[in-house]
């Protein structure tokens, strides 16, 4: 049975920082990601990260400031997130897939298997 279990949410003043981290168990994946959902809004793509070969991609909002890593042998996934925003507030939730669809997929939901049950990000002004 596939588990991911995320930890380093909590409150943070804008323009600070936070490390996410994502521990899977339970299976052996072709990527593993990260969506976001904020209050009253749907779930938005962060970031995901290909194990093959290190790729990793990025929601347009997040480039510069986050950063996806990662160890595949361990099961384990970081996001590290720089001068957060107010807008950044979100539940953070880990996800992984088994099958590679290509990156056109990458930022869709839907093809995303697991899911862990989130842990929340605050980020005061």
């Known amino acids: 049975q596939v588990q991911l279990v995320e930890s380093g949410g909590g409150l943070v003043q804008a323009g600070g920082s936070l490390r996410l981290s994502c521990a899977a168990s339970?299976?052996?994946?072709?990527?593993m990601g990260w969506f976001r959902q904020a209050p009253g809004e749907g779930r938005e793509f962060v970031a995901a990260?290909?194990?093959?070969?290190?790729?990793?991609y990025y929601g347009d909002s997040m480039k510069g400031r986050f950063t996806i890593s990662g160890d595949n042998a361990k099961n384990t996934m970081f996001l590290q997130m720089i001068s957060l925003k107010p807008e950044d507030t979100a539940v953070y939730y880990c996800?992984?897939?088994?099958?590679?669809?290509?990156?056109?997929?990458?930022?869709?939901?839907?093809?995303?298997?697991?899911w862990g049950q989130g842990t929340q990000v605050t980020v005061s002004s």
């Open positions: 996800v992984a897939s088994v099958t590679w669809r290509g990156a056109y997929f990458i930022n869709r939901e839907m093809w995303y298997e697991s």
């Open positions: 339970g299976g052996t994946f072709s990527h």
């Open positions: 990260i290909r194990w093959s070969n290190g790729d990793t």
